[in-house]
T-cell receptor, first 112, second 111 residues
């Protein structure tokens, strides 16, 4: 069965520090998708990125970057120069055929 | 565009009562799904649908029913509410690319 593990329950950093959120997944599927979602204190869920299993190219979007490594079954998320507005719960998710599996989330607290 | 609309935002039920959580999307998405979010457990898939007339079970389907009579609507029914169903419920929809658009959530308390 597929599984997504976010071992970091909560991380606190001081503003402007870099922070990496870890995501490890388990699957025997050859075709799948990986995602990151953000849940700010207001409670809504916001899509950040999707990556398919055939595309291991790293991606950068502003202060956000993602590192996908199939060899270690990891899809890590780095925020550079963190800001207070980055404070949220971040979820990593996996999708094979229509069924989504979410990790338990990492709560990021960015202190001013 | 309204996106994904969930109603109600808050609901309190007594054990044994039934109710329906409504979910509607105006993006013509074929895929719709329901999740529950509990502290420390992330989001867990309850039921999903890949199109009108087609539904299937997710990870935690017991105690919940769904139907999909139109592309736009995907209601979630609690047949006989139990305290264990106290949770925050999210509806989501997507195109075939898998990017989920979520509703704003329903906070349900079962006493």
């Amino acid at each position: 069965a597929q599984k997504v593990t976010q071992a970091q329950t909560e991380i606190s950093v001081v503003e402007k520090e870099d922070v990496t959120l870890d995501c490890v997944y388990e699957t025997r599927d050859t075709t799948y998708y990986l995602f990151w979602y953000k849940q700010p204190p207001s409670g809504e869920l916001v899509f950040l990125i999707r990556r398919n299993s055939f595309d291991e190219q790293n991606e950068i979007s502003g202060r956000y970057s993602w590192n996908f490594q199939k060899s270690t079954s990891s899809f890590n998320f780095t925020i550079t120069a963190s800001q207070v507005v980055d404070s949220a719960v971040y979820f990593c998710a996996y999708s094979g055929t229509y069924k989504y599996i979410f990790g338990t989330g990492t709560r990021l607290k960015v202190l001013a | 565009n309204a996106g994904v609309t969930q109603t109600p935002k808050f609901q309190v039920l007594k054990t044994g009562q039934s109710m329906t959580l409504q979910c509607a999307q105006d993006m013509n998405h074929e895929y719709m799904s329901w999740y529950r979010q509990d502290p420390g457990m992330g989001l867990r898939l309850i039921h999903y649908s890949v199109g009108a007339g087609i539904t299937d079970q997710g990870e935690v389907p017991n105690g919940y029913n769904v139907s999909r009579s139109t592309t736009e609507d995907f209601p979630l029914r609690l047949l006989s509410a139990a305290p264990s169903q106290t949770s925050v419920y999210f509806c989501a929809s997507s195109y075939s690319d898998g990017k989920l658009f979520f509703g704003s959530g329903t906070q349900l308390s079962v006493l």
